[in-house]
């Protein structure tokens, strides 16, 4: 069965960084693009950025310079780090795979940025 | 970057009924391959997206026959027959061709 599972959510000011972490199983992970999509509270869905299987990245223009994301295969794991962040990335983060076909999501970890 | 344009972004639907989702995409999502890459995701209350449709008119493992979808060019619609109460949630429709990936504003189907 693949699972993702993300972590890393939080409470952080205006200003402050947060890393999100996303492990995934059921699949070779090496083998596939992952990406990273968020949702305000309210609203529809966000694609924020995205990174191949082979490193390569592309990122929305509202996160680009700020955030990063990262892939450690060995531990089958995509990861975004999240810096100067403002009250418009409050959202739910979604680690997504990319199973050339469809997408597969994880169950979201919630950001607040608030002061 | 591909835009994509859903309609209605409100569908209320007596049970029993048909339900008919519209999504336009800027540009072709033919792949060279020959796959159309446009794929249609349920979101139910309090849960991440779910897969209904893959390539623009496939249906996906475990969903009911009274989901189908079409395409024509740029044009996808997204129909649901006889729709149940489990049917409630916002509908998306996703372009997978390329990144920027892109994702329609949502219909919130809801029963009257």
């Known amino acids: 069965e693949v699972q993702l599972v993300e972590s890393g959510g939080g409470l952080v000011k205006p200003g402050g960084s947060l890393r999100l972490s996303c492990a995934v199983s059921?699949?070779?992970?090496?083998?596939?693009?992952m990406n990273w999509v968020r949702q305000a509270p309210g609203k529809g869905l966000e694609w924020v950025s995205f990174?191949?299987?082979?490193?390569?990245?592309v990122y929305a223009d509202s996160v680009k310079g700020r955030f990063t994301i990262s892939r450690d295969n060995a531990k089958n794991s995509v990861y975004l780090q999240m810096n100067s962040l403002t009250v418009e990335d409050t959202a739910v983060y979604y680690c997504?795979?990319?199973?050339?076909?469809?997408?597969?999501w994880g169950q979201g970890t919630l950001v607040v940025v608030s002061s | 970057e591909i835009v994509m344009t859903q309609s209605p972004l409100s569908l209320p639907v007596t049970p029993g009924e048909s339900a008919s989702i519209s999504c336009r995409s800027s540009?072709?999502?033919?792949?060279?391959?020959?796959?159309?890459?446009l794929g249609w995701y349920l979101q139910k209350p309090g849960q991440s997206p779910q897969l209904l449709i893959y390539?623009?008119?496939n249906r996906a493992s475990g969903v009911p026959d009274r989901f189908s979808a079409s395409e024509s060019g740029t044009d996808f619609t997204l129909k649901i027959s006889k729709v149940e109460a489990e049917d409630v949630g916002v509908y998306y429709c996703?372009?997978?061709?390329?990144?920027?990936?892109?994702f329609g504003q949502g219909t919130k189907l809801e029963i009257k």
């Open positions: 059921g699949f070779t992970f090496s083998t596939n693009n």
């Open positions: 996703m372009q997978g061709l390329q990144a920027p990936y892109s």
């Open positions: 990174i191949s299987l082979g490193s390569d990245t």
């Open positions: 540009q072709s999502l033919l792949h060279n391959n020959g796959h159309t890459y």
């Open positions: 997504a795979r990319d199973a050339w076909n469809y997408w597969d």
């Open positions: 390539l623009g008119s």
